[in-house]
């Protein structure tokens, strides 16, 4: 055949092609469908009652508020994996709430062995952190799974681990303002061990989770 009348027939045949919006866009649009309904499962599971008084101790803060961008710079990352052209830095950005997130537990952990010794490091099975992450996180990681696939998904593995870290530590989040647990080593190997699994559990199947949409 041709080749001219080739790309002569491909063009009449081709359709239109929306471009994605920015992943700025797509991260508000996820944190908008994704935030007030991990607050209202939180309200629903019962507020922790010390909470306001949690709120005047500034390493509590820092957690939370780590773990919150942790969520939403990896949801960022995300979006703009699934976008060719993307600069790849982009993809490094959860590492700099993750660290802040790390440095502050860590510290807690200091703190209570320094003014406690092994008595302050407080340790008892809590599985149930478990499940309750990956509810909370379940609409998040729903949500993003949709937005990954309108995507072109180059890295499949990296952007799910993205995409699930977005969710569970969002559901982190959601956790945290109605457990009440809160000793350092507890808050590190249930919660954060959590989602450290979840994310690496839904890396191992990126492939399957990223299928584009048909």
């Known amino acids: 055949m041709d080749t001219k009348?080739?790309?002569?027939?491909?063009?009449?045949?081709?359709?239109p092609v929306r471009?994605?919006?920015r992943p700025e866009y797509?991260?508000?649009?996820?944190?908008?469908?994704?935030?007030?309904?991990?607050?209202?499962i939180a309200w629903a599971a019962g507020i922790r009652p010390d909470l306001a008084?949690?709120?005047t101790e500034p390493l509590f803060i820092i957690q939370v508020s780590a773990a919150l961008l942790t969520a939403v710079s990896a949801a960022w990352a995300t979006l703009s994996a699934v976008v060719p052209g993307e600069p790849r830095w982009k993809l490094a950005v959860p590492l700099i709430p993750f660290g802040v997130w790390m440095a502050a537990i860590g510290q807690q952990c200091w703190s209570e062995w320094r003014l406690f010794g092994a008595a302050g490091m407080e340790f008892r099975p809590d599985p149930a952190c478990i499940p309750a992450i990956a509810v909370i996180g379940a609409a998040p990681a729903v949500i993003m799974v949709t937005l990954i696939r309108r995507g072109a998904v180059l890295q499949p593995r990296l952007t799910v681990f993205l995409g699930a870290l977005a969710a569970a530590a969002l559901g982190h989040f959601g956790?945290?303002?109605?457990?009440?647990?809160?000793?350092?080593?507890m808050v590190l190997v249930w919660q954060v061990g959590t989602v450290a699994g979840l994310s690496a559990l839904a890396a191992l199947c990126g492939?399957?989770?990223a299928k584009p949409l048909a």
């Open 26 to 40: 797509r991260l508000l649009f996820w944190l908008a469908t994704t935030l007030p309904t991990v607050l209202l």
């Open 53 to 55: 008084a949690k709120t």
């Open 5 to 15: 009348r080739l790309i002569e027939e491909l063009a009449k045949s081709a359709q």
């Open 207 to 209: 492939r399957a989770i």
């Open 175 to 185: 956790l945290r303002l109605s457990h009440p647990t809160d000793a350092g080593l």
């Open 19 to 21: 471009r994605l919006p």
